[in-house]
């Protein structure tokens, strides 16, 4: 299976997943197997469709190495979020509602489990593909902060050694917060920004909305999913909001930094901020190996734990199984191996056969090839080399 942009779909082709509609994720627009014809292809670049899995003889093997059931697993999510607070119907999380919460998030953390995502990594680009709108990417942080959760665990088991083994295990807390981390937003004015500026500071309606979902949820649910909705704006070098002061009336309390931050709430922080940089200003999708980038090479990265960032820069690939790219000699090729130590040098498979000796191309050992473009977007401005760490923060991330 090839995923390819939706520029680059031609008549009769078959799909090898479901093709979701990027505003409503458990709306399937065509079913794996359908050959796809001018008026659908049509139809899904006017929907906004960005990208497809077709069925590719010679990337069989991948078949077995992608969960194709992403969408669907963030789909659940989404439809409990949209159901309980579409147009701020609702202004408060009650206990049914919270009890709801923790068993879908445990069913989703079961299914991680299942599928092998546990430290395995995000291997497809499915995940950051949908439109900016608040459920969407309330479900997608949520999809993201769990499975970063488990390909950290004893990092995260260490954070929360007070908590005991057990707990500090379970993650049911993280996924309902970040379920619910930007609810006080749907009682913000419609003027308020949609995510946090990243080039300056908030303004003070935008800033006050963990306050407002901390008021809203009340003491209904978990403290620890509680701490995620006030503080997932709390920043590693201090640099966040709320200020303590006006939250627990202390003088001079200021915000929350390093470790005075709660693990989810760390966590959480990370994953907004990322999911944020799937996207413009417009609200249309970018590359992740943009957002990436963006982490390494800006001032962002002061504002989270370096361990958690070195972990979410293994954990989701640049370049996802199955993507195709173009090598800075032209040729064509798909993603069929990643790399941990370079991830912007992936193994690829030359879809241009020279010969079945070079067919095969492991870029982290070529130093006179990389990848030029990927899904029809020349990325080369983006690729980027890990960060010198310590080794604490490169045990934890694996």
């Known amino acids: 299976?090839?995923?390819?942009?939706?520029?680059?779909?031609?008549?009769?082709?078959?799909?090898?997943?479901?093709i979701i509609h990027p505003r409503r994720p458990t709306t399937e627009l065509a079913n794996p197997g359908v050959v796809l014809d001018e008026v659908m292809i049509a139809t899904m670049a006017r929907l906004g469709v960005r990208q497809a899995w077709v069925r590719w003889p010679s990337l069989d093997f991948l078949d077995s190495r992608i969960d194709?059931?992403?969408t669907a697993l963030r789909g659940d999510v989404y439809e409990l979020l949209k159901a309980d607070f579409q147009a701020a119907q609702a202004t408060t999380v009650g206990v049914g509602q919270y009890v709801r919460y923790c068993s879908a998030i445990s069913n989703l953390v079961c299914d991680l489990l299942s599928a092998g995502h546990a430290g395995g990594g995000v291997q497809t680009a499915a995940l950051f593909d949908h439109d900016h709108g608040l459920f969407n990417h309330s479900a997608a942080v949520a999809y993201?902060?769990?499975?970063?959760?488990?390909?950290l665990e004893t990092y995260l088991v260490r954070e929360r050694r007070a908590a005991g083994a057990v707990a500090a295990c379970d993650i049911t807390n993280l996924g309902v917060g970040a379920m619910l981390h930007d609810l006080g937003k749907l009682q913000a004015p419609s003027t308020v920004d949609v995510h946090e500026p990243l080039d300056g500071p908030p303004s003070k309606a935008y800033a006050s909305h963990p306050r407002r979902g901390f008021t809203m949820i009340g003491e209904r649910i978990s403290p620890t999913a509680r701490a995620v909705v006030l503080?997932?704006?709390q920043r590693f070098d201090g640099s966040g909001f709320p200020d303590m002061e006006a939250v627990t009336r202390k003088r001079r309390a200021g915000p929350l930094r390093g470790r005075q931050i709660h693990i989810f709430s760390?966590?959480?922080g990370l994953c907004d901020t990322f999911d944020h940089l799937c996207h413009d200003a417009d609200g249309r999708g970018r590359p992740v190996v943009a957002a990436l980038h963006d982490l390494v090479h800006s001032d962002l990265h002061r504002r989270f734990d370096p361990i958690l960032l070195r972990g979410l820069l293994v954990h989701v690939p640049p370049f996802a199984l199955g993507n195709v790219v173009r090598l800075c000699d032209g040729r064509l090729a798909a993603v069929i191996g990643l790399s941990a130590k370079r991830p912007c040098r992936p193994q690829v498979r030359l879809l241009q056969?020279?010969?079945?000796?070079?067919?095969?191309?492991?870029?982290?050992?070529?130093?006179?090839?990389?990848?030029?473009?990927?899904l029809g977007v020349n990325v080369e401005k983006w690729l980027f080399e890990l960060p010198p760490v310590n080794a604490e923060a490169a045990a934890a991330a694996g």
């Open 353 to 374: 056969d020279d010969s079945p000796a070079t067919r095969d191309i492991d870029l982290s050992k070529r130093a006179d090839l990389h990848i030029r473009e990927a």
């Open 68 to 70: 194709r059931r992403v």
């Open 1 to 18: 299976m090839l995923l390819l942009d939706v520029d680059s779909l031609r008549p009769g082709l078959e799909t090898a997943a479901p």
């Open 144 to 151: 993201l902060a769990l499975t970063l959760a488990l390909r």
């Open 231 to 233: 503080h997932h704006h």
């Open 266 to 268: 760390r966590i959480v």
